[in-house]
Nanobody, 124 residues
Framework: QVQLVESGGGLVQAGGSLKLSCAASGRTFNTYTMAWFCQAPGKEREFVAAVTGSSGNTNYADSVKGRFTISRDNAKNTVYLQMISLKPEDTAVYYC?????????????????WGQGTQVTVSS
């Protein structure tokens, strides 16, 4: 069992930055692929970024490439999402997810554990 707790969301102006954190419980954190998804009002949940457990390989949605960076600290059982050059269209609830992923890391159904979400609002 893995429990995930996100933090770091808030209100920021367009062009600003935020750093989200996701703290995980459990002793096998480094075996899980960790990911961030987001869900805007009236829209489906979308993939943002993922990082594998041991090798730290990353992948990103095209809409955030060059602006968002996912990273993890296995010693602290924490995954981060550094967001810069934020746009109003980035406004959403951001969810942290963990899973033992085979193949593509961008499908939400592959992730077993989810956090409660943290709101990110970008004003224009």
């Amino acid at each position: 069992q893995v429990q995930l707790v996100e933090s770091g969301g808030g209100l920021v102006q367009a062009g600003g930055s935020l750093k989200l954190s996701c703290a995980a419980s459990g002793r096998t954190f480094n075996t899980y692929t960790m990911a961030w998804f987001c869900q805007a009002p009236g829209k489906e949940r979308e993939f943002v970024a993922a990082v594998t457990g041991s090798s730290g390989n990353t992948n990103y949605a095209d809409s955030v490439k060059g602006r968002f960076t996912i990273s993890r600290d296995n010693a602290k059982n924490t995954v981060y999402l550094q967001m810069i050059s934020l746009k109003p269209e980035d406004t959403a609830v951001y969810y942290c997810a963990a899973g033992l992923i085979v193949g593509s890391r961008s499908y939400d159904y592959k992730y077993t554990y989810w956090g409660q979400g943290t709101q990110v609002t970008v004003s224009s």
